[in-house]
């Protein structure tokens, strides 16, 4: 994989099924467990990082096959392919605050993970949204999802909330934030 050349270019609709097959799961030993404490009128938040018993897999909180009306109604929606085969995507969304976007959905195929292609599509993203006046890009992901959580702060996003219950699975979503003021 590292001697062939990514390519990262825009999606097409032919790109979706290709998407869909894609393996969103993942494994992950970590994840960040929440406590709450509500006391004279105090409420406190806190999250930390916890490793599990064992190591657990994940079933991706969406269904990949339902999303494909979504993905192609994002402001941006990449790919990254090799010699035809789509193996990563990622799609931005601008968000309803001014100057903000959503990476609305993100995925590298397992068996190429951690060899920089999400890197790619996140570096292209940014540089986007930059290009585009956008300040701001916001991601998403479930709290057991330390994958994607340490992916996301080595790339400048920092936590800036959650919210209980926000997956059909009812997991907690936990919000990060890259501010693009002096990007590109």
Not at 68 to 83: K, M, P, Q, S, Y
Request: charged content about 20%; some cysteine; aromatic content about 10%.
């Amino acid at each position: 994989m590292s001697t062939t050349k990514v390519t990262i270019r825009p999606a097409i609709s032919t790109d979706l099924l290709q998407i869909m097959e894609m393996d969103h799961n993942y494994a992950t030993e970590f994840g960040w467990q929440m406590e709450l404490r509500n006391e004279d009128r105090t409420v406190t938040v806190g999250f930390r990082q916890i490793r599990l018993p064992r190591s657990t897999q994940v079933v991706y909180a969406r269904n990949p096959k339902l999303l494909a009306d979504d993905w192609t109604r994002n402001h941006l929606f990449i790919v990254a392919e090799v010699e035809g085969v789509i193996i990563g995507y990622l799609a931005l969304a601008r968000g309803t605050l001014p100057n903000t976007a959503h990476l609305a959905d993100f995925g590298v195929e397992r068996r190429v993970r951690r060899q920089g292609i999400g890197t790619s599509l996140v570096v292209a993203a940014l540089e986007w949204a930059a290009r585009n006046g956008i300040q701001r890009v916001i991601a998403e992901m479930q709290s057991k999802n330390f994958p994607a959580i340490s992916f996301v702060q080595k790339h400048g996003f920092a936590f800036c909330g959650y919210n209980d219950n926000y997956y059909p699975n009812k997991d907690i979503a936990l919000f990060f934030c890259r501010e693009l003021k002096n990007f590109g």
